[in-house]
């Protein structure tokens, strides 16, 4: 039975389950997905590989207009990729490409990149704002007529958004981006707009030496198990998911004239917010002291519903003292040292049940119990919080 509104979109399946999440549930077929990211941080393995497992149910064109078909193979042999019927075409003009696509008729293209397209028409070099907008809408009219399913690939620029992206947003119906650390193997597939389902959602891989693997259990990365002054666990949602992540801080003497502040994976003015509120309600002399703080696992951290925990790994740093292990921290934090609740709560504390923790502080008036082991307390503020959490007076 359907209701009036609630149309089901028909989808086919990435042939990855993280990938499929990401847009929705899987690709919708016709639509036009921009897939974004630094250079080198595996988009065109993510694709190949996806389009390798999507040509074993359909007609798949992989055009490659970054490297030669015989890289493309080298890669493809690499990751040993399955017997597939997927056709690779190596070419960077527009004219040539869309000659390709009327005779094979794909359901599924992917361009890789769509600034290594040319449209010989325009005299500008290819990469360039006309470039990039002319041969992605030419391509758009195209796949629209066929009702082809296409999936432009876009490099990151250091200005930010390149000029790929940015100037195609408005033209496709989804735009992910790919993201991770150069230094470690974890990628992150982000959702940062979807026609057709949830923003925010993530998706997991992991580079190995045979191309991409989907982590199917996330949590486990952004855990250290390090049970270490500095550290404290959080729950963060990244839309319809649950991650437990730790935090780590170090707060130390400083040798500068005005001290230190360095985050990353959480806004820097967050962290002064969370270190301006333990000084005044806490009185720590936190202004002069050097703080860092660290997401583990390279996750950008942005929600609200973390501060408690920021808050609670510096103070367990300035004071030298160890969280007892198995707790988690849930909660954010007004300019008054109040704490504030926040969104998705059940779906957190049964993430930290889940991966077997024991104890969850959190804001007053959860209306929630006990959740399998795991041990509810509530707090009012910060202060009651962190004496819960320490068992020690703050
Ligand atoms: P690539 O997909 O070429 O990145 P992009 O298209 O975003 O520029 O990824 C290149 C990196 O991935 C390169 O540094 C090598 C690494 N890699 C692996 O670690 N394992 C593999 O199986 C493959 C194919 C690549
Ligand atoms: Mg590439």
């Given at each position: 039975?359907?209701s009036l509104?609630?149309?089901?979109?028909e989808?086919?399946?990435?042939?990855?389950?993280?990938?499929?999440r990401?847009?929705?549930?899987?690709?919708?077929?016709?639509?036009?997905?921009?897939?974004g990211?630094d250079?080198?941080?595996?988009?065109?393995?993510l694709l190949?590989?996806?389009?390798?497992?999507?040509?074993?149910e359909r007609?798949?064109?992989?055009?490659?207009?970054?490297e030669?078909s015989?890289?493309v193979?080298?890669?493809?042999q690499r990751l040993?990729?399955a017997q597939?019927d997927?056709?690779?075409l190596?070419?960077?003009?527009?004219?040539?490409?869309l000659?390709e696509l009327e005779?094979i008729?794909p359901?599924?293209?992917?361009?890789?990149?769509i600034?290594?397209?040319?449209?010989?028409?325009?005299?500008s070099?290819?990469g360039?704002v006309?470039?990039?907008?002319?041969c992605?809408?030419?391509l758009?009219?195209?796949?629209?007529?066929?009702d082809?399913?296409?999936?432009?690939v876009?490099?990151?620029t250091?200005?930010?958004m390149?000029?790929g992206p940015?100037?195609l947003?408005?033209l496709v119906?989804a735009?992910?981006?790919?993201?991770?650390?150069?230094?470690?193997?974890?990628?992150l597939?982000r959702?940062?707009?979807n026609?057709?389902?949830a923003?925010?959602?993530l998706?997991?891989?992991?580079?190995?030496?045979k191309?991409?693997?989907?982590v199917l259990?996330?949590s486990?990365?952004?855990?250290s198990g390090?049970?270490?002054?500095?550290?404290?666990t959080?729950?963060?949602?990244?839309?319809t998911?649950s991650?437990?992540?730790?935090?780590?801080?170090l707060v130390?003497?400083?040798?500068?004239p005005?001290?230190?502040?360095?985050?990353?994976?959480l806004?820097?003015?967050r962290?002064?917010?969370?270190l301006?509120?333990?000084?005044?309600?806490?009185?720590?002399?936190?202004?002069?002291?050097?703080c860092?703080l660290?997401v583990?696992?390279?996750?950008q951290?942005?929600e609200?519903?973390?501060?408690?925990?920021?808050?609670a790994?510096v103070?367990?740093?300035?004071?030298?003292?160890?969280i007892p292990p198995?707790?988690?921290?849930?909660?954010?934090?007004?300019?008054?040292?109040?704490?504030?609740p926040?969104?998705?709560?059940?779906?957190?504390l049964?993430?930290a049940?889940?991966?077997g923790?024991?104890?969850?502080v959190?804001?007053?008036?959860?209306?929630?119990?006990?959740i399998?082991?795991?041990?509810?307390?509530e707090?009012?503020?910060?202060r009651?919080?962190?004496?819960?959490?320490?068992?020690?007076?703050i």
């Amino acid at each position: 039975m359907s209701s009036l509104g609630e149309k089901t979109i028909e989808r086919f399946s990435s042939g990855f389950g993280e990938f499929d999440r990401v847009l929705g549930g899987g690709f919708v077929p016709g639509s036009l997905v921009l897939v974004g990211g630094d250079p080198g941080i595996g988009k065109s393995t993510l694709l190949l590989q996806s389009a390798t497992l999507m040509a074993t149910e359909r007609q798949v064109l992989y055009v490659s207009a970054e490297e030669s078909s015989q890289q493309v193979k080298l890669r493809w042999q690499r990751l040993q990729g399955a017997q597939s019927d997927m056709k690779l075409l190596a070419e960077t003009d527009l004219d040539l490409v869309l000659k390709e696509l009327e005779i094979i008729r794909p359901e599924v293209a992917i361009i890789d990149s769509i600034q290594a397209l040319n449209d010989g028409a325009l005299s500008s070099t290819p990469g360039s704002v006309a470039q990039v907008r002319e041969c992605a809408a030419a391509l758009q009219r195209f796949a629209k007529e066929y009702d082809i399913t296409l999936v432009l690939v876009g490099h990151v620029t250091k200005e930010g958004m390149l000029a790929g992206p940015k100037v195609l947003e408005h033209l496709v119906d989804a735009v992910l981006t790919f993201e991770g650390d150069r230094f470690a193997s974890h990628r992150l597939l982000r959702t940062m707009k979807n026609r057709f389902g949830a923003t925010y959602e993530l998706g997991v891989f992991e580079m190995q030496g045979k191309g991409l693997v989907e982590v199917l259990n996330p949590s486990e990365l952004f855990m250290s198990g390090e049970s270490a002054s500095g550290v404290a666990t959080i729950v963060a949602c990244e839309g319809t998911r649950s991650l437990v992540v730790d935090l780590q801080a170090l707060v130390a003497a400083t040798s500068y004239p005005s001290p230190r502040r360095t985050a990353t994976g959480l806004g820097t003015s967050r962290l002064h917010q969370i270190l301006a509120v333990l000084e005044k309600h806490l009185s720590l002399p936190l202004s002069r002291l050097d703080c860092y703080l660290a997401v583990a696992g390279g996750l950008q951290v942005e929600e609200p519903a973390s501060d408690l925990g920021v808050a609670a790994a510096v103070v367990s740093s300035y004071r030298d003292i160890t969280i007892p292990p198995r707790t988690v921290f849930i909660g954010e934090l007004g300019l008054g040292g109040q704490l504030r609740p926040v969104g998705q709560l059940s779906q957190r504390l049964q993430e930290a049940a889940r991966l077997g923790f024991a104890r969850a502080v959190l804001p007053k008036g959860s209306g929630l119990d006990q959740i399998d082991n795991l041990e509810l307390f509530e707090a009012s503020n910060l202060r009651e919080a962190l004496v819960i959490a320490l068992d020690e007076d703050i």
